[in-house]
């Protein structure tokens, strides 16, 4: 079955816009987390969507939200853009309930760039 | 919060040798995951452990869960070019909330044909 599908795979954004991010995860998956990666900081968390709700939320300000939509697909969103969001976003879906093993698995990634 | 420290940082090897990478957590996982990252993608599973001693292989790589819960370890036989990459390990606590994966800081293995 497909994996999980990000999209755009690229994008470039100048300071003070907003961007948003779009995942759908794999088939069945009902749970969405967003992940931030940068060389200096790597994997940040930056939340989790079960059920169109988000369940945990990691250390990032308000200029980073998400929501799922009911077909689970989901969407971040990063307003007033700084130098310091550059960073490649990941998105990872993962079973729940009693077929949840724990297995996260990650889509390739848009890579954000901000000038 | 939880720290998990993923060793070594970096690893230079030639083609052919074996590799040891490990995770050391401050505090009790209930799954330990492992992945590789190759540039500009995103992190692939590699392996995934359930319980405490726990030794699963998966072709030339081999990953166990300790026995105290609070490390995993990796290893690769023969290695070959195409080992090259970011491996990272992560967790999942067993505080009873399971929302939140912990992720190593990774080993990036370069392999030298």
């Known amino acids: 079955k497909a994996g999980v599908t990000q999209t755009p795979r690229y994008l470039i954004k100048t300071r003070g816009q907003q961007v948003t991010l779009s995942c759908s995860p794999i088939?069945?998956?009902?749970?969405v987390s967003w992940y931030q990666q940068t060389p200096g900081q790597g994997l940040q968390f930056l939340f989790e969507?079960?059920?169109?709700?988000?369940?945990n939320k990691g250390n990032f300000p308000g200029r980073f939200s998400g929501r799922q939509f009911s077909n689970s697909r989901s969407e971040m969103n990063v307003s007033t853009l700084e130098l310091g969001d550059s960073a490649l976003y990941l998105c990872a879906s993962r079973s729940s309930g009693v077929a949840n093993t724990g297995e996260l698995f990650f889509g390739e990634g848009s890579r954000l760039t901000v000038l | 919060g939880q720290q998990l420290n993923q060793s070594p940082q970096s690893m230079f090897i030639q083609e052919g040798e074996d590799v040891s990478m490990n995770c050391t957590s401050s505090s009790i996982f209930n799954t330990w995951l492992w992945y590789k990252q190759d540039p500009g993608e995103g992190p692939v599973l590699l392996i995934a452990l359930y319980k405490a001693g726990e030794l699963t292989s998966n072709g030339r790589l081999t990953a166990q869960f300790g026995i105290t819960r609070k490390d995993s370890f990796l290893n690769i036989s023969a290695s070959i070019p195409s080992d090259v990459g970011i491996y990272f390990c992560?967790?999942?606590?067993?505080?009873?909330?399971?929302?939140?994966?912990?992720f190593g800081k990774g080993t990036l293995l370069t392999v030298n044909p």
């Open positions: 088939s069945g998956h009902r749970s």
């Open positions: 969507y079960f059920s169109e709700t988000q369940r």
């Open positions: 992560a967790g999942w606590d067993s505080g009873g909330s399971n929302y939140k994966l912990t």
